[in-house]
């Protein structure tokens, strides 16, 4: 008779072991994607609170802001951007009554240092690598006095689509909301004739000044599209002239006009976010709707548009 | 028997990797790996962006799909047309050249327009640039793109 055993053997205690480790590799993954989930949730509020504030605007101003910061290039153009201008309907009044839209440099003032250096979550995605903070912004000379050197501003991932853009497709360019083509003049929600569920108002370019390609790698300076916004960091913060034309990108994210509309870079005009699987975006009646990165770029292309009178496909 | 566990261990190694590798799904059209090189008043253009618009509607896809590449140094370019090297559906094209000046920067800062094309806008309109190429099954080089005395962009070198 062999005496009775007590304890485990080796050969248990390493199967138990072994199990307790794949439990814990399952685990893990799913702790991260809850972080993820409850991110990109937060992000999702953010883009709501635009999107009432928009519609909070419209009721006081009967009309949407002007999106275009117009700081610099033609002179006496100067203009808010629609961040500054729905500041008071993101309870941000404060920031807003600080701001001096006389001021010499615009938002390059050292007049106006604070409001646009200000971190503001609202104008932030949680995912984004870059986290919500300051970047250096860009240097206006409209005049030397007062010129802001040391310009820090508070950053922003949520954008405004000035139009779609693609050179393959006839028309190449049909008209966002927001804009009425020219710069001249504001829109109402009545020139949203596809209707406001069905118009996108605000997307995810996340990540400026730092510009990736497919899979968040970065993109190197040699391969930029348009080198002189991310030189000047004239976008990424959210004081700035957040808009731009939605390009498409082959899935590389190297060469614009491609099938790719969603994640595939943040270079120009490339909706980007760092969602897996899509994007958000808030259409004009507030709802907040997940792009899949699979969406059909005549779809996304219509549901950009405000006015190109097409039947927006199911995504 | 070591050995025996060993396999095992490595296999379950595999299988888990494997699930973990999702790829992105889209639906693509068949391909021919393509690619070709082109010289500007006899320089290879690096830089230069050289893109297909299908003559013809292609078959199985929704929008016309263009497949583009970017001259590198020795003006050598690959197509793409969903992502690597990918090259481009069998069929005729009309080409369009473009040539974006990177040293150009925006005066007085601020949101620029597009950097100007160095060829002046000549090639950048595909039904005016009057060079077509044909991609067909096994036809793996296209006819390499000579551009001769074209009026360069001034204040734009070659380099």
């Known amino acids: 008779m062999s005496p009775i055993r007590r304890g ?40 709501k609170q635009l999107g009432l504030a928009i519609h909070n605007y419209h009721d006081t101003h009967r009309s949407l802001p002007f999106p275009d910061m117009g700081v ?36 390059s003032d050292q007049a106006n240092q604070v409001v646009v250096g200000t971190e503001l979550t609202a104008f ?20 030397t006095t007062d010129l802001n050197n040391d310009f820090v501003a508070g950053t922003g991932d949520y954008f405004v689509a000035r139009s779609f853009r693609d050179d393959t497709i006839t028309p190449r360019e049909i008209v966002g909301a927001l804009f009425d083509g020219s710069y001249q003049s504001t829109v109402g929600f009545s020139a949203i004739t596809d209707g406001l569920s069905n ?27 348009y080198q002189q916004v991310v030189d000047t960091n004239f976008q990424g913060w959210w004081a700035s002239t957040q808009h731009d034309r939605i390009r498409s990108w082959n899935f590389d994210g190297t060469i614009y006009y491609g099938p790719c509309v969603v994640n595939c870079t943040n270079d120009w005009g490339g909706a980007y976010s760092f969602h897996a699987g899509g994007m958000n975006a808030s259409a004009g009646d507030g709802s907040v709707r997940f792009v899949s990165e ?22 | 028997m070591i050995v025996y566990r ?45 893109r297909l618009y299908p003559k013809t509607k292609q078959a199985g896809v929704n929008s016309p799909l263009a497949p ?20 481009a559906p069998p069929g005729d094209y009309l080409v369009s050249i473009e040539w974006p000046d990177p040293a150009w920067r925006p005066p007085g800062g601020g949101m620029a327009p597009p950097p100007p094309d160095r060829l002046k806008g000549r090639f950048s309109n595909p039904q005016r640039s009057k060079i077509e190429v044909t991609i067909q099954e096994g036809d793996n080089e296209i006819e390499p793109i000579v551009l001769e005395e074209v009026a360069i962009l001034k204040g734009s070198s070659l380099q």
């Open chain 1, 124 to 143: 932030n995605c949680p995912s984004t690598p870059r986290g919500s903070g300051q970047i250096q912004g860009i240097i206006e000379d409209q005049s």
């Open chain 2, 6 to 50: 060993t396999t095992v261990w490595a296999l379950l190694g595999v299988a888990v990797l494997a699930g973990c590798n999702n790829r992105r799904a889209y639906e693509t059209i068949p391909t021919i790996p393509t690619s070709g090189t082109i010289t500007v008043n006899g320089v290879p253009a690096k830089g230069a962006i050289v």
């Open chain 1, 72 to 107: 610099t290039y033609n002179s006496g153009h100067w203009v808010s951007s629609w961040g500054l201008a729905i500041l008071p309907q993101m309870e941000q009044s404060a920031a807003y009554n600080l701001f001096d839209p006389t001021a010499a440099n615009g938002v």
């Open chain 1, 294 to 315: 699979t969406v059909d770029k005549l779809t996304f292309r219509a549901f950009v548009g405000r006015n190109e009178g097409e039947v927006l496909g199911e995504f």
């Open chain 1, 8 to 47: 485990f053997t080796l050969v248990e205690l390493l199967v138990v072991i072994a199990i307790i480790g794949v439990l814990i590799s399952l685990l893990l993954p799913a702790v991260q994607q809850a972080r993820e989930a409850a991110r990109r949730m937060q992000c999702t509020n953010n883009l």
């Open chain 2, 68 to 87: 583009s590449g970017r001259a590198d140094a020795s003006g050598k370019f690959q197509l793409t047309t969903y992502s690597g090297p990918d090259g």
């Open chain 1, 199 to 225: 118009t996108m108002f605000f997307f995810e370019r996340s990540n400026f000044p730092n510009v990736v390609k497919a899979n968040g790698s970065p993109k190197d300076v040699s391969e930029y599209s």
